[in-house]
């Protein structure tokens, strides 16, 4: 791999700025600038929409602030933000626009010039009469039953948005049926979304972009065979079996009828499909009219990233805290902690979000870079997480940055106890005993939000989202491909193109060899 070369930006005014200033505001102490401060919580907080993020516990100042604002304006972030929303192929790698921002539109015509609305309505429309007629029981199976078990199956962005968002508004599910998400290689997901499903009420949803995807084709066959035994029919595929895909051919050789086929395009990627066709299981279960409110709710969010001057633009904060932290602290992961246990599912979520998008060490022109890009994410609900991992936050070695997410209406225990953790990691406490001390100066950002719903989640979705393209522009990154997976599934399909006898030489390595070969010994 070639050797990184100085790249522009770690050699740019703006970023050698903020190094200098790093040195001096290394040593402040958070807890200090609050007790000199008085405003400092009010200064450091900005509301949008339902969304109160309060960022005063970082180590930062009215400097640091417009420092990494000038960043920001070097990168140009406000000119990328306009060619996102304008429907360039800011994808290079792919040539592909990146336009997930239209699922959640209401314009009439909208990117100028290549109106893709006509599409969305469409789609938006088949969803609401498959989801309406599914919910009020005239969609019928092979033998005239309605469906009472709908399972998703899809992996990464076509598993991960709508499994988390069926979890976090489980309080808004009012479908007949249960909605259950199967993702994993591994049959045992299947196996067991399967335990108290009929195969006369169950629905699949084989949700896969490129309909090509190993794990969710060979899940989709399982599902296929267990329905066509259990009705001892091949044609009752037609009626048990939809798709969310873009490539309706292969989804049509599978035998899902066209009209049960919706709609996906190369301008939406995985990760940002969930306000898709992708998110028909979400619909389903929370119905059409609140997933709109999803929509609406990343809408409002859109609004804000587009309108608010980068100073007081809540994506682009989020995204600047972090860079500041990453580039500057060395800071190797940041943790998302949501306080609700409806949101147990969102750290994963968030990871693909992050990881797949800006996990990248090749720039936009194909130079190595010479900085760190995205932490690693990881993160669980409190207040289970303070009871496994927050002894590390605390006292451990390393500098996390953490976002604690906090619905306040229905569960003040667990909103109590996120603004006791931040509190205590920026404070600490001193002791006589050195292993009870708390040295504190540790950072959050705390979004505090009233009630947990649809419309929220929408906000709270398209916020990460922003952030994650304004990170992705600063570091010079192609955030929306994923070149990254393909070598291990290339080498996965070889692996399992091997004869089941014979040698084990798998023409990889010795180690792969050695374990290839017991495994073939375990399954003979
Ligand atoms: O392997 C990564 C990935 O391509 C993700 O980006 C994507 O969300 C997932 O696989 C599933 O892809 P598909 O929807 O095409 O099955």
């Not at 169950?202 to 009705?231: C, D, M, P």
């Not at 505090?448 to 398209?462: E, V």
Request: charged letters at 20%; aromatic letters at 8%; hydrophobic letters at 45%.
């Amino acid at each position: 791999m070639n050797q990184p070369v100085p790249s522009k930006l770690t050699q740019s005014a703006a970023w050698k700025a903020l190094q200098q200033h790093q040195a001096e505001i290394a040593p402040l102490q958070m807890r200090d600038l609050f007790a000199r401060e008085p405003e400092r919580a009010r200064e450091f907080s900005l509301e949008a929409g339902a969304l109160l993020l309060d960022y005063s516990k970082h180590r930062i100042t009215g400097t640091t602030l417009a420092l990494l604002a000038d960043l920001a304006r070097q990168a140009d972030v406000e000119g990328w933000r306009a060619r996102m929303f304008a429907g360039e192929h800011i994808n290079a790698s792919e040539d592909r626009a990146v336009l997930h921002v239209a699922l959640r539109a209401e314009a009439q015509a909208f990117p100028a010039g290549n109106d893709v609305m006509p599409l969305v309505r469409a789609a938006r429309q088949r969803m609401r009469a498959f989801s309406d007629a599914l919910r009020g029981d005239r969609l019928l199976g092979h033998s005239g039953k309605p469906m009472r078990t709908v399972i998703n199956i899809g992996i990464g962005g076509s598993d991960l948005g709508p499994r988390m968002l069926t979890q976090a508004l489980w309080r808004h599910a009012d479908a007949p049926q249960a909605v259950r998400f199967v993702a994993n290689a591994d049959p045992d997901d299947l196996a067991h979304a399967l335990v108290h499903a009929e195969p006369e009420t169950t629905l699949f949803i084989v949700a896969s972009k490129t309909f090509t995807t190993g794990e969710t084709l060979g899940n989709a066959k399982l599902a296929r065979a267990w329905l066509t035994q259990g009705l001892g029919s091949e044609t009752a595929v037609m009626k048990h079996f939809a798709a969310a895909t873009a490539n309706v051919k292969a989804a049509g050789e599978f035998g899902i009828a066209p009209e049960l086929c919706f709609p996906l395009w190369d301008w939406v990627g995985g990760r940002y499909s969930v306000w898709s066709s992708v998110g028909l299981p979400l619909a389903i279960a929370i119905g059409m009219d609140r997933f709109e409110q999803l929509l609406a709710g990343a809408r409002a969010m859109d609004a804000h990233f587009l309108a608010a001057p980068l100073a007081a633009n809540m994506p682009v904060l989020l995204a600047l805290l972090g860079i500041w932290y990453t580039n500057f602290f060395g800071a190797a992961t940041h943790a998302v902690l949501p306080y609700a246990e409806a949101l147990r599912e969102l750290p994963a979520y968030l990871q693909q979000l992050e990881m797949e998008s800006n996990g990248k060490c090749v720039d936009r022109d194909g130079q190595r870079v010479d900085y760190a890009t995205a932490p690693v994410l990881w993160g669980s609900v409190g207040t289970n997480s303070q009871h496994a991992f927050h002894q590390l936050l605390h006292q451990g070695t390393q500098l996390i940055p953490c976002d604690f997410l906090v619905p306040g209406a229905n569960t003040a225990a667990a909103a109590e106890n996120a603004l006791a953790q931040a509190a205590a990691l920026m404070a600490g406490k001193d002791a006589a005993i050195a292993q009870k001390r708390f040295d504190g100066n540790r950072p959050s950002s705390t979004i505090l939000f009233q009630t947990l719903d649809a419309h929220t989640m929408g906000q709270l979705l398209a916020l990460y989202e922003h952030k994650v393209f304004v990170q992705g522009i600063i570091w010079n990154i192609n955030s929306f491909d994923q070149w990254g997976v393909e070598l291990g599934k290339e080498i996965a399909r070889t692996l399992a193109a091997q004869p089941a006898t014979g040698t084990a030489a798998t023409g990889l390595d010795a180690s792969t060899d050695a374990l290839f070969a017991r495994l073939r010994g375990w399954r003979r």
